[in-house]
């Protein structure tokens, strides 16, 4: 099975290694680039044609939800999984209902990797 090619989006450059550390550790994803806000997260995606995006929410210059947009605007069948410190209730109306996936920070790699697995399955 080919891996699904990962693009990461966080502000954080700390999240950032430790969701490519945990992707990179699953025979079925691996990360091919990162962005650190959601304007280099659309051109990034543009650019490199990712399988799958992990999205933080809060970020400089673009957030997260504009990104997701955005990116849903080049394909509207990107496979995207907010990793954020709001949780889904908070972000409720404002989620675009084609995000697949959702991991609440702090995550733990057994969490991240299960919902990856279940993106990547359905």
């Known amino acids: ?3 699904k090619k990962v693009l990461i989006v966080d502000d954080s450059s700390f999240s950032r290694a430790m969701l490519k550390k945990i992707v990179n550790s699953t025979d079925f994803c691996e990360v091919i680039g990162e962005a650190s806000n959601g304007e280099e ?3 990034k995606f543009n650019n490199l044609k990712p ?10 210059v673009k957030g997260g939800i504009e990104a997701i947009k955005d990116i849903l605007q ?5 496979i995207i999984i907010i990793v954020s410190t709001i949780n889904e209730e908070t972000l409720g109306q404002e989620m675009p209902k084609e995000v ?5 920070k702090p995550f733990k790699s057994d969490g991240v990797i299960e ?8």
Do not use: C, Y
């Open 1 to 3: 099975m080919t891996k």
């Open 41 to 43: 997260a659309v051109e």
């Open 51 to 60: 399988d799958l995006v992990t999205m933080d929410i809060i970020m400089p």
């Open 74 to 78: 080049i394909d509207k069948k990107a």
């Open 100 to 104: 697949k996936g959702f991991v609440r």
């Open 115 to 122: 919902v990856l697995q279940q993106v990547v399955k359905s």
